[in-house]
């Protein structure tokens, strides 16, 4: 039996990772350019999910969406520097509100940035964005 300062502790770990963690969707985009985007991130921050595999062909169109999720509170925090796009990629951040904001600022630093929509919930943001070169 797990004692009740036990899982108060397991809970405020559980709690503050959660608080750090934020999940990005690319969407719109090749593998070249949603691997410059996820570079930008890991170069700043811990890499907590692999983004997903190459897709596999489909018989007619299909979207392909690349995730992958970044613990803003570990990693290298090296300078991000403006990096190359091909085209326009769509982002959608998912996590706490703080962590949202932090990913969307590294985000400006290496992009140029249009927000797009803003969702916000009790305990976590989505905000949507535009990244294209500088």
């Known amino acids: 039996m797990v004692s009740v300062a036990a899982r108060e502790e397991m809970s405020d770990v559980y709690d503050m990772h959660i608080d750090t963690d934020v999940t990005v969707q690319l969407c719109d985009c090749g593998r070249e350019d949603a691997q ?21 062909r489909a018989a007619g169109p299909a979207p392909t969406v690349w995730v992958a999720t970044f613990d803003t509170a570990a990693g290298r925090h090296e300078d991000v520097r403006p990096t190359h796009l091909s085209a326009p990629v769509g982002a959608t951040l998912t996590g706490g509100y703080h962590a ?8 400006a630093a290496g992009f140029d940035i249009q ?19 500088r």
């Open 36 to 56: 410059a985007v996820f570079d930008v991130l890991e170069g700043v921050y811990q890499l907590e999910e692999s983004p997903t595999p190459s897709p596999q």
């Open 115 to 133: 927000s797009l929509q803003s969702v916000s919930g009790d305990q976590e943001t989505e905000a949507r964005l535009l990244l294209a070169s």
């Open 100 to 107: 949202v904001d932090e990913v969307e600022r590294v985000l």
